[in-house]
Nanobody, 125 residues
Framework: QVQLVESGGGLVQAGGSLRLSCVAS??????ISWFRQTPGKEREFVAG????????IHADSVKGRFTISGDNAKNTVYLQMVSLKPEDTALYYC????????????????????WGQGTQVTVSS
């Protein structure tokens, strides 16, 4: 049974930091990504990580502030978030897939068959 379990969300003041974790189990994936969503909006790509070589892709909106990384031994992908802004407030999901890892494919949520339940990040001003 495939499982993706996120943790690490919470309430933080603007300028603060959080680290999200996503533990994957059940099968091997070629990549894991983070998305976020707010009510009434589409799910937005945040960052993606390819297991084979550690290749990473970050959305322009988070470059320089968020960093995705992975720990193979723990089957865990992290999202380190610093300099948080109120507009980063959202439900953050991790998602896993196999297949081509490229700027075009990694950002498309419909290409991910496996999703976690989400972890809420709230940034107060």
């Amino acid at each position: 049974q495939v499982q993706l379990v996120e943790s690490g969300g919470g309430l933080v003041q603007a300028g603060g930091s959080l680290r999200l974790s996503c533990v994957a189990s059940g099968r091997a994936f070629s990549s894991i990504s983070w998305f976020r969503q707010t009510p009434g909006k589409e799910r937005e790509f945040v960052a993606g990580f390819r297991w084979s070589d550690g290749n990473r892709i970050h959305a322009d909106s988070v470059k320089g502030r968020f960093t995705i990384s992975g720990d193979n031994a723990k089957n865990t992908v992290y999202l380190q978030m610093v300099s948080l802004k109120p507009e980063d407030t959202a439900l953050y999901y991790c998602a896993a897939r196999t297949g081509l890892f490229s700027v075009a494919t990694v950002k498309n949520p419909s290409l991910y068959p496996y999703w976690g339940q989400g972890t809420q990040v709230t940034v107060s001003s």
